[in-house]
């Protein structure tokens, strides 16, 4: 079994800034890819940027800029810088990994965290 666990949010008006983190653990072999998404209420849950195990980044265009995503040197942590939010970058922010393990012949699986609360206030 994997669990990630993330950590970081909070309450910040807008303008700030707030960095997310996220550690995996458990049965794992190798990471393939880690990601950040984010549900508001009454939405579906998005992409807001990802990271493969190369280092290559994706972002949704509405944090391009603002935000940017990257891994621990352990690689099964990740980190969210968020800067300049705003009031719209308000939900439940989830960490998302592509698990192989506990061998290396393992198939991949995805993975999500419990999720943390990030609020913009303007």
């Known amino acids: 079994q994997v669990q990630l666990v993330e950590s970081g949010g909070g309450l910040v008006q807008a303008g700030g800034s707030l960095r997310l983190s996220c550690a995996a653990s458990g049965s794992i072999f190798s990471i393939n890819a880690m990601g950040w998404y984010r549900q508001a209420p009454g939405k579906q849950r998005e992409l807001v940027a990802n990271i493969t195990g190369g280092g290559i980044t994706n972002y949704a265009d509405s944090v391009k800029g603002r935000f940017t995503v990257s891994r621990g040197n352990a690689k099964n942590t990740e980190y969210l810088q968020m800067n300049s939010l705003k009031p719209e970058d308000t939900a439940v922010y989830y960490c998302?990994?592509?698990?192989?393990?506990?061998?290396?012949?393992?198939?991949?699986?995805?993975?999500w965290g419990q999720g943390t609360q990030v609020t913009v206030s303007s």
């Open positions: 998302n990994a592509e698990v192989v393990g506990p061998t290396p012949w393992s198939s991949s699986r995805n993975y």
